[in-house]
């Protein structure tokens, strides 16, 4: 099992920035992918970027360009830097990490609120 401790959220106001940190613990030595999510009020989730234990990464296009994604492997850890928010970036932000580099996700954290005022 692995377990993963989101950080980070809170309130900002449009235009401002939040870095998010993941710690993961338990049975980690397989992992390979890990990443964020998110799902805001009456929408599904959604991938927000993942990043593969070689460090390749991919973006939604709503965080291409004013999102950030990095791991830090001898943490245990994974960040997302986002910059530049907007309203709609208001979400819960779920921490998340798999076996498979671009399969799907074996575990999930429970998730930390970010809320963009505008």
């Known amino acids: 099992q692995v377990q993963l401790v989101e950080s980070g959220g809170g309130l900002v106001q449009a235009g401002g920035s939040l870095r998010l940190s993941c710690a993961a613990s338990?049975?980690?030595?397989?992992?390979?992918?890990m990443g964020w999510y998110r799902q805001a009020p009456g929408k599904q989730r959604e991938l927000v970027a993942r990043?593969?234990?070689?460090?390749?990464?991919v973006y939604a296009d709503s965080a291409k360009g004013r999102f950030t994604i990095s791991r830090d492997n001898a943490k245990n850890s994974v960040y997302l830097q986002m910059n530049s928010l907007k309203p709609e970036d208001t979400a819960v932000y779920y921490c998340?990490?798999?076996?498979?580099?671009?399969?799907?996700?074996?575990?999930w954290g429970k998730g930390t609120l970010v809320t963009v005022s505008s």
């Open positions: 998340c990490a798999g076996y498979s580099s671009w399969g799907l996700m074996d575990y």
């Open positions: 338990g049975s980690i030595s397989s992992i390979n992918a």
């Open positions: 990043i593969s234990s070689g460090g390749s990464a």
